[in-house]
């Protein structure tokens, strides 16, 4: 139990910090059907599975530690996306926690779809917004980014789930 913790704990702040670093590297990337998201929209929708999991081994107090960690090493990329990728990934960890807690015992694929949908939302405008992107123009994009990461998002769960 206590190794799941710890991987789930340690992938999840490495998504954050990936996906600072290809924001940073990177900037603006085509999802294709001419959108455009930041560079680490898709380590960002990767995460938001992971956390749920992280959320099922661990509780939410692991998960809001590990937000703190991941804002903390990607401080050292930049302090600016680490401050709006802070405050986007807890605002939205308080927005999946009012959707996936109810569902998940029950319902738990759907809990992660509509835990990960809200979270994304939530995550992409408060972060396009506190980091000086345009979110007019990128927010389709980034939601679509975080959508193809559902899938993904499922299996990892269901892993965690199964054991």
Known sequence: MRLR??????????????ANLLTERYGFVSVGFGLTATAGTYA????FGIRDA???VGGR????????????????ISPSLALAS???????ETADL???EPLRRRRWVLAVIA????????DTGVFLHLAGFPVRDALAGQLVGKALMILPSIVIVRAVRSR
């Open 5 to 18: 913790v710890v991987a789930l704990f340690a992938a999840f702040v490495a998504c954050v910090w990936l």
């Open 44 to 47: 960002a929708g990767l995460s």
């Open 54 to 56: 992280l959320h099922e």
């Open 61 to 76: 107090r692991i998960v809001f530690a590990a937000i703190a960690v991941g804002a903390v090493l990607s401080s050292f």
């Open 86 to 92: 802070g405050v986007a990934f807890a605002l939205s």
């Open 98 to 100: 009012a959707v996936y």
């Open 115 to 122: 835990s990960n949908l809200v979270g994304a939302v939530a």
